[in-house]
């Protein structure tokens, strides 16, 4: 096998010529799959289901202090979710919040709220002429969206196998006031994969803003969701904060969304007392409360740390091998190539792919003709746009084994079509 790059014109178009009869032949068959989704599988779902049935009589509705879940009243988490999520972010109680279902209404919330009431006290963000937050890329398109929806100016930062680029990172939030926040998947990063590495957390933690209204947004969205028996560690950027008298400076986030129920779990936020209060004040007006028989059962159901570890060794047993299906493929069919580079993850739930420069949107293109719907190309970049048309982000959580091994089969074809058609120009 040769590396295309090494190929003539002529040995390409001849290897182009058979790809397109095995990409039309796959095209005839009416496929219908979807490996867009960064969605738990219905087996995955059906782990949590005695959860639903935890809940009987009446004794059983009560938090540990004799306090009645079916009833209004705590606003910010029963004291036993607090200990179980702290447990999880490596915090204290004290520092936990535990919300709604969605972590993600959490960080829109957040922003929202600095822009109508500012962050601990400083001025409201829509009160000033221009607010700016970096963006580590590829990452997560719905932190984007609500940059955009607020009109927020976002600025890429590359990202590399240790995290994003620190130089860049602290030169910027120093000597700019008008950056308030920075979004950053540390643990599995959606779609990288990649942990960030200790140095990355602590030179984090060390950041000197210039904004004192300035968040880390540090969304572990997959803190326990490791795929191997070598689970990668992350630094507990609280901790490093407060080393550097910094403990104000982020707000973390998490929920069971890919736990228990998505959409149907519970989130949590991680912070400063000082923080929290400020939150309160406002969350106070917002809701009389978050749905603690959820909470309750999430409780009573994995008891502590330990059983949501339990709990995430038989996902592991699920996704495992359909991860593996989407690198043996790559490893089998374009490694040798030399045509695109990729991470194998130690968790989460994204193979992050990257093909030669601008041949992305040509790639899901042929995808989608053919039946294989992927995520938008450029979706991993601020404003949907990918400099370099490169980054497509494949999601093997949901299919299944199957469905997967014929999208990888047809998804292999389109990248080599894509690529020998950039080459052929
Ligand atoms: N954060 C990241 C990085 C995600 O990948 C996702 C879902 O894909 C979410 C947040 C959404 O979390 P939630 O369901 O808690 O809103």
Redesign the pocket.
Known sequence: MKNYQSMSKEELQSEYDILLSKYNEMKQQGLSLDMSR?KPAPEQLDLAMPMLDILTGNEMMNTENGFDTRNYGILDGIPEAKKLFADMLELKPENILVGG???????YDSVARSMSFGVMGSTPWNKLEKVKFLCPVPG?D??FAICELFGIEMINIPMDNKGPNMDMVEELVANDDSIKGIWC?PKY??PSGITYSAEVVKRFGALKPKANDFRIYW?N??VVHDLTETPDELVNIYEECKKNSNEDMVFE??????ISF??A?I?VMGASVDNLNFIRKHLTIQTIGFDKMNQLRHVKYYKDINGIKEHMKKHKEIIAPKFDAVINALNTNIAPYGIATYETPNGG??ISFNTMSGCAKRVGQLCKDAGLVMTPSGATFPYGNDPDDSNIRIAPTYPSIEELNTAMELFCYCVKIATIEKLLK
């Open positions: 960064g279902n969605s972590s993600l209404n959490m960080m997560y719905r932190h998947v990063s959606n969304d969205a997959y986030f998490a929920s069971t969304s890919k998505s959409g779990g989130a739930y994204f």
